[in-house]
């Protein structure tokens, strides 16, 4: 009887069994992740190694020579122009621009635009200096960027290239040194390191070379180029990825230093055109001087005057005084509306006054001015970089009309006080000129004269001055950023062989998982009794040894007695007894889950064993679909079960003895249209109370319970039922759907017998759990059969 159900999501014996199934597929972790580990370093020594390269720039330098001892760039103009505001954010932006690295490669050009890698049997590794020749490319078809140019040595003054061109193989032959012309490019190669002494060993390389332009460069170095800025710092960290060491260094270090150069070019160019503003401001006035000097040597000599007395030399000295302050302030009006102008019209920053810096004086507006202009330049480069607006952009935006509204309010106050003083300095020179109108003509002719003179020459003396500061203010310009650590590798970047081994050995582990999955699902199948008790709780009657080359319905009890299946069939048999304790005669129903599993061969032999115990024994052929029995005892099925079922004959008329002693035999009868209408006739019960009263045991033979249900009608008439499994395709999804079937129709006395046991699992069961005879084979275990 089957015992209830276990609920239990996992039980023991479940994990006895899948524990046999790993130690069955035990070789497929040795074989598969040693595999996989191979596979997994080749592919990790197959990739190229990607190096990162880092350097590191201080902003805002402080390396400045003593303000205390020269005039400064401050005390001058552009005061703090590159101190007092430094957007980190934005000179990210400016390193990582198209046009600043532009800038780099069009400088490295002659070093990056060829590439050169030697081709090995595994591997093609890249080269960035010691290969035998170098590529000059003097013009190049455009369709041949990035295309793989194959290069091999023929002797020390020749070579050949190959590439394609569509699918057509281009090759040319060319010397060393001399101009390699053809209508898609224009190379001069070179050769290094190699004479006729060595050239043979050089020949058996392969090389290949591939030609960039400079956007696929410039967008190359772009992309792998990352600048950090560390929170609370002025520094910027550089770091780059590349293959090649040497070409990532010489990159960073050109960047450096263009950046650095970039950083000096506007103040260089603001100091100079300051300069030429007062270059031109004292042509003006040199011209003023030389036509006022020439009048008044033309005006003595006319009127015979040697010089001004005392009193007028006093006014005409006064009065030059504050002549020539009126004349300074004026210039600082003038200056101050030209800056008013250049904030309010928004002109571009290239195009500040340099009067702005000239002619004022006020060290506040002077710094204003020149942070202005810084603002405005960063804002240009940024638009020239980016063409979306984001939140630098903005804020330096914000911070450009925040300066601007603070200056024109300056210059406004600044205008206003400048104004006030004018006018202070027109009433005394109103009262020096009324004391001048009390000098004879001549004298005033001439101290006028003098006065225009000085004037000028006080104008000169300013403009020679500033012009000194200005040049002197340009020696103190230096870089405010430096670089503070030189290009240097920090390590490998790609690839990491480690987690690439790693990786193919869990994908060799997942497969020997998958691999035993789904052995285990779909071809692990139960190859003894003790496997089959592992995932049942349903009685196993025994088992059946497997023996090559033997009928599968043959009477091999009654044709080889002393085999070891005929010994098989002796255990069946005695274990029967203790199947059911009921006494009396009984009914024994034989089935299979599929055909082909050794159903009929062991209804046949069982119900043979049992005759030759002594037993009166029927055997009914009821798989009505194909029956199999008539086969094997040879017999012709003129009548039988079919016939009695239709009427045609009686039960007793229809039984036929064979030749084994007290076995007698009720075939299947003609093969009806309608076998599974017949099982459910009133007659087939008859048939089954004819059996239980005339004889010991009633062997049935049914068809397989997958293909029809006539079987499982039948065990609410059997005593026993007995399925039949067969190692080939016995597993355990097949039991526990056998074992539902049990628990559902509520079958009693119901055990499996199993069939095609190999007889090395038989032997390896006994020596387990020490059962059985010596000679290997247990009392009670045994045989089955091959289907052919």
């Not at 068809?703 to 399925?723: C, G």
């Amino acid at each position: 009887m089957a015992s209830k159900k276990d609920t239990s999501v996992l039980k023991f014996d479940d994990l006895k069994y899948i524990w046999r199934t790993l130690v069955q597929n035990w070789y497929l972790p040795l074989i598969i992740i040693p595999l996989f580990y191979l596979l997994g370093y080749f592919m990790a020594y197959k990739q190229l190694e990607t190096y990162e390269v880092g350097t590191q720039l201080l902003l805002k330098n402080n390396d400045q020579y003593n303000r205390s001892s020269l005039i400064s760039e401050e005390s001058g103009f552009y005061g703090s122009v590159g101190s007092s505001f430094v957007d980190n954010s934005n000179e990210q932006r400016v390193i990582t621009s198209y046009d600043m690295i532009e800038k780099v490669v069009s400088k490295l050009k002659s070093k990056i635009q060829v590439s050169y890698y030697i081709i090995g049997r595994v591997r093609t590794k890249e080269e960035f200096s010691g290969m035998p020749f170098t590529v000059d490319v003097n013009n190049i078809n455009s369709s041949l960027y990035e295309a793989p140019f194959l290069f091999r040595i023929l002797n020390e003054k020749t070579y050949e290239i190959s590439y394609k061109e569509g699918d057509k193989e281009v090759k040319q032959q060319g010397t060393f040194g001399k101009e390699l012309l053809s209508l898609n490019y224009d190379f001069f190669i070179n050769s290094n390191f190699f004479t006729s002494a060595n050239v043979g060993d050089i020949k058996q390389m392969q090389y290949e070379f591939v030609v960039h332009s400079i956007p696929s460069l410039v967008y190359g170095f772009q992309g792998s180029l990352k600048v950090e800025n560390p929170d609370y710092t002025n520094i910027l960290k550089l770091t780059i990825s590349d293959n090649l060491v040497e070409r990532a260094s010489l990159f960073l270090d050109t960047l450096s230093k263009l950046y650095i150069d970039n950083s000096l070019k506007n103040r260089f160019d603001l100091n100079e055109r300051t300069m030429q503003y007062i270059d031109r401001q004292m042509v003006e006035v040199s011209a003023q001087l030389k036509y006022y000097e020439d009048t008044m040597q033309n005006y003595k000599s006319n009127r015979g005057i040697l010089d001004l007395n005392r009193e007028e030399t006093d006014y005409f000295t006064k009065l030059s005084t504050y002549d020539n302050q009126r004349t300074q302030l004026n210039l600082q009006i003038e200056s101050l509306n030209d800056l008013e102008e250049y904030i309010i019209q928004d002109k571009d920053p290239q195009f500040l006054p340099p009067s702005a810096f000239v002619s004022t004086g006020d060290g506040f507006l002077s710094k204003s001015a020149g942070e202005l202009y810084a603002l405005q330049s960063q804002l240009n480069q940024m638009h020239n970089t980016s063409k979306d607006k984001n939140y630098a952009v903005t804020n330096l935006e914000n911070n450009i009309k925040k300066s601007k509204q603070d200056l024109l309010v300056y210059i406004s106050n600044a205008r206003s006080a400048i104004k006030n003083v004018i006018g202070n300095i027109n009433k005394e020179i109103a009262t020096y000129v009324g004391g001048i109108k009390t000098i004879p003509q001549k004298q005033r002719e001439l101290l006028g004269i003098q006065r225009s003179l000085s004037i000028n020459e006080g104008l000169y003396t300013f403009l020679l001055q500033k012009r000194a500061n200005t040049y002197i203010a340009r020696a103190t310009i230096i870089a405010e950023t430096k670089v503070i650590e030189s290009p240097r590798p920090t390590g490998i970047v790609t690839p990491n062989k480690k987690k690439i081994i790693l990786q193919y050995i869990f994908v060799g582990i997942a497969l020997c998982v998958l691999i035993i999955l789904i052995r285990f699902f779909f071809f692990t199948t139960i190859q003894n009794t003790v496997e089959l008790k592992e995932v049942t709780n349903t009685p196993v009657l025994g088992d059946l040894l497997q023996v090559k080359n033997m009928s599968p319905v043959g009477i091999t009890v009654d044709e080889d007695p002393k085999s070891h299946i005929a010994e098989n069939f002796r255990t069946l048999r005695t274990n029967l007894q203790y199947l059911s304790i009921d006494t009396g005669k009984k009914i024994i129903l034989f089935t299979s889950n599929a055909p082909g599993e050794g159903k009929t061969f062991t209804s046949i032999n069982m119900a043979t064993m049992l005759a030759k115990g002594g037993k009166k024994v029927l055997l009914l052929e009821l798989d009505l679909h194909k029956p199999r029995v008539q086969k094997a005892l040879e017999m012709y099925p003129d009548k039988g079960i079919s016939t009695i079922v239709a009427g045609q004959h009686s039960i007793e008329e229809s039984i036929k003895k064979t030749r084994i002693e007290n076995l007698e035999v009720l075939l299947s009868g003609p093969v009806p249209p309608n076998p599974s209408e017949m099982v459910l006739s009133q007659q087939l019960k008859e048939i089954f109370a004819y059996g239980k009263t005339h004889y010991d045991y009633t062997i049935i033979d049914t068809p397989p319970v997958s293909l029809i249900s006539d079987a499982v009608y039948m065990m609410q008439y059997a005593d026993i039922s007995l399925f039949v499994l067969n190692t080939k395709n016995a597993n355990k999804h097949i039991v526990t759907i056998i074992d539902d079937l049990i628990e559902n129709n509520q079958i009693k006395h119901f055990a499996y017998i199993l069939n095609g046991v190999k007889r090395q699992n038989k032997i390896y069961y006994y020596a387990k759990y020490g059962k059985g005879y010596s000679y290997g084979y247990g009392y009670g275990y045994g045989y089955g059969y091959s289907k052919k």
